[in-house]
């Protein structure tokens, strides 16, 4: 049985672990809080999800075409017609809300960005494969089963096993991958040098003080431990720069600092408890470049030991050894976070932060330490800095090139069994190819140069649970989150998987090479950079398309006519209720008649919506301690602030500002402080749909019928 059943279900067992019976409603041991492994096979994702046409629910028009082109392609042995789903976006990546991500606000957990059902902040942008992409969403999706991945390096993602990841195949490509798919050993790309910061008020000098404090600050007496005279008088000039205080030297030897700085420091979020529970600020990880520059030199120059090109530094704070990692990575360099035992203190846990390397070179150049100007010694060690897979197309090209005595070593005794290659003789092999430049292989080389990744194996692959988010990015539908990029379509799979062998692809990330199975799923086609290939492809005779995408009018016409383009309806409420009792039976739960109901009325005709909202209101059950009425479930949709059409605080703030005067866009956005973008992709589609507002030349206005109901 999975964590998900557990979670769903009252069972007692017996711990494998321990022996102690209990019940696995939170599935966890109460004596040793061991966790069960995760069955993939009932997770959330494969739960709510059809495995055939004919088990879909709703889109009746769009299954009967479906089933038709399907028959007349076995009955006439036919290729079958390329396909176009276009409609809302729907099931999407999901990964544990404690992960971190790079915004234009600076460094956070994804739990900062989302909200019960749909996002009402402002749009964000996030660090993503392509740059900073903006979020259109941030969604929370409750506890779901969970595959950890941890790498040699120790970066670490949760997430559930139906994301993919962004990795590096064997012959050079690079594809999304399933979670559940990883073995330990393969190769997974780290992102580095997003060069994305917040824009905060924090000064630098004001970062550099906070580092100081977090690393050899003790709170509770007021003091500064460190020794170093360099360091001590940079402390003392800062100090008196930044809260106007004074040093004065205790008998312990210690530097005592007075209170007004304790004062400066709540002030700036800093929480002022003993090593173990310290914490980066948001101050610091919302801040500019400059400031977390100076942070993090503070911060090394005092608790970091450099010997012969690497430099070490320790902490007891999980949340330092957590977030230092994503902050270097920013910054474009790459660490290695490990535990480290203290013969003096078996009992305490702390961590290692090392930088070795070219990683060692970045760090002191951009970077840099306080006080330990004779240790600057520079390491030439650019191993663990390799790319893999790359050898052969290289082998591929290289036959083409004209070698000179002086150029022929730049290749070295290479052989298909060789394996790894770092940047900077990859580098050198890209100038003498250069002739090459119009290649596939040749482009596919500079394609995995210019990303720049690192590539770290797989250590470890665990199983658990944890609560989930999801991100909503309709550009690239890809982002970063610990270093790793993450990705998102229902029913043209199932289509595809009916039709025969498939390959699933992001749009964005086809190049000049198009993929050989017979049927290709093209997810974000809107997203197409070589459109050209996939027309040539298309018109051949052997490939079958299907494309997905929620903006299909933002395909060239040329290529949208290749297309059957089908438009992915809105749900009706009967649908819903279907979808959600189909739900409430896979994890073995009744739901009342009267609860489908409610739910479907406040599902604003979209089956994610609705499963969504069943998932918070069995949540609210399984802990209800009395009987499930009508008065117990309506206080449970008064407290979420959702009415009994779906309205929620959103969709009043933007009804409550409107008449039957016309008002612009521009102005609900300024009333209402929601974004533009939010608005139109996310709250007008469903009062539009349901007759509440009516769009004229002049702007929008509440439409004659809903006035009465809204008011």
Not at 128 to 155: F, H, K, M, P, W
Not at 281 to 300: C, D, G, M, W
Not at 324 to 351: A, D, H, R, T
Not at 386 to 402: A, E, F, G
Request: glycine share 6%; with cysteine.
């Amino acid at each position: 049985m999975g964590i998900f059943d557990a979670l769903y279900r009252r069972v007692y067992e017996t711990c494998s672990n321990c022996g102690t019976t209990w019940n696995v409603t939170n599935g966890l041991c109460i004596k040793c809080r061991s966790i069960k492994p995760v069955d993939t096979t009932k997770s959330w994702y494969n739960i709510i999800t059809p495995t055939s046409l004919e088990n879909f629910i709703g889109q009746s028009v769009i299954k009967k075409e479906l089933n038709t082109i399907l028959k007349a392609t076995t009955k006439h042995n036919i290729p079958v017609q390329h396909i176009l789903f276009s409609g809302g976006f729907g099931l999407g990546k999901s990964l544990d809300i404690q992960s971190y991500i790079l915004t234009d606000t600076g460094v956070q957990k994804v739990k900062e960005v989302l909200t019960p059902m749909h996002a009402t902040q402002e749009n964000f942008n996030i660090a993503s494969i392509n740059g900073r992409q903006c979020v259109r969403g941030a969604i929370d999706e409750g506890i779901l089963n969970s595959v950890v991945i941890t790498t040699e390096q120790g970066y670490k993602i949760e997430c559930t096993p139906e994301t993919k990841i962004y990795t590096l195949d064997t012959d050079g490509t690079f594809k999304w991958k399933f979670t559940s798919s990883f073995e330990v050993g393969d190769y997974l790309p780290i992102q580095r040098g997003q060069d994305l910061f917040g824009t905060d008020l924090l000064s630098s000098d004001g970062g550099k003080l906070i580092g100081y404090l977090i690393a050899d600050g003790c709170f509770h007496n007021k003091s500064f431990s460190k020794t170093n005279p360099i360091i001590v008088r940079d402390f003392m000039k800062v100090l008196r720069r930044v809260t106007d205080d004074r040093l004065h030297k205790s008998r312990s030897g210690n530097y005592q600092y007075h209170k007004i700085t304790n004062n400066w420091l709540n002030k700036w979020g800093v929480k002022l408890v003993n090593s173990p529970e310290k914490e980066i600020p948001i101050s610091v990880l919302y801040a500019e470049k400059n400031t977390q520059r100076e942070f993090l030199r503070a911060l090394f120059s005092c608790e970091s030991w450099i010997n012969n090109g690497c430099i070490e530094f320790s902490t007891s704070s999980e949340n330092i050894a957590e977030i230092l990692p994503i902050m270097l990575l920013n910054f474009g360099i790459i660490c290695k976070k490990s535990i480290k035992k203290v013969k003096e203190y078996p009992n305490n846990k702390y961590w290692r932060i090392s930088i070795t390397g070219f990683d060692y070179n970045k760090f002191m150049d951009n970077i840099g330490v306080i006080g330990k100007n004779s240790f600057r010694t520079y390491s030439n060690n650019s191993q663990k800095d390799c790319i893999p897979y790359i050898i052969p197309l290289i082998l591929k090209i290289r036959s083409n090139v004209t070698l000179t005595r002086k150029t022929s070593g730049v290749f070295g005794n290479w052989n298909k069994n060789t394996k790894v290659l770092n940047y900077k003789s990859l580098n050198k092999v890209l100038d003498l190819c250069y002739s090459e430049k119009d290649t596939e292989e040749y482009k596919k080389i500079k394609n995995i140069y210019d990303y720049n990744f690192f590539y770290d194996k797989v250590k470890t692959i665990e199983y658990s649970s944890c609560p989930m988010g999801d991100l909503y990015v309709p550009s690239t539908e890809c982002f970063m989150a610990n270093g790793f990029i993450l990705h998102n379509t229902t029913l043209a799979k199932l289509f595809a998987d009916q039709v025969g062998d498939y390959s699933y692809h992001l749009a964005s990330n086809l190049t000049n090479t198009f993929p050989f199975e017979s049927v290709v799923v093209l997810d974000e086609i809107h997203t197409l950079k070589n459109e050209e290939i996939v027309l040539v492809n298309m018109d051949s005779g052997y490939h079958t398309v299907i494309g997905a995408t929620t903006t299909a009018g933002s395909i060239s016409s040329p290529l949208r006519s290749r297309f059957v383009s089908l438009v992915l309806e809105p749900y009706s409420a009967d649908e819903l209720k279907q979808i959600v009792k189909m739900v409430s039976k896979n994890i073995k739960y009744d739901c009342p008649d009267f609860l489908l109901e409610e739910i479907a009325n406040r599902g604003k005709t979209v089956a994610r919506t609705s499963i969504l909202l069943f998932k918070r209101i069995y949540d609210r059950i399984s802990i209800h301690e009395g009987k499930i009425t009508k008065s117990v479930v309506a206080s449970w949709f008064d407290d979420m602030k959702l009415d009994m059409n779906g309205l929620d605080n959103a969709d009043r703030a933007y009804l409550s500002c409107l008449s039957n005067v016309p008002m612009g866009l521009q102005n609900i956005s300024a009333t209402t402080g929601i974004d533009k973008e939010t608005i139109t992709d996310m709250i007008e589609p469903f009062l539009l749909s349901q007759g509440y507002i009516t769009r004229t030349a002049r702007g929008r206005i509440l439409s004659d019928k809903k006035i009465s109901i809204w008011k």
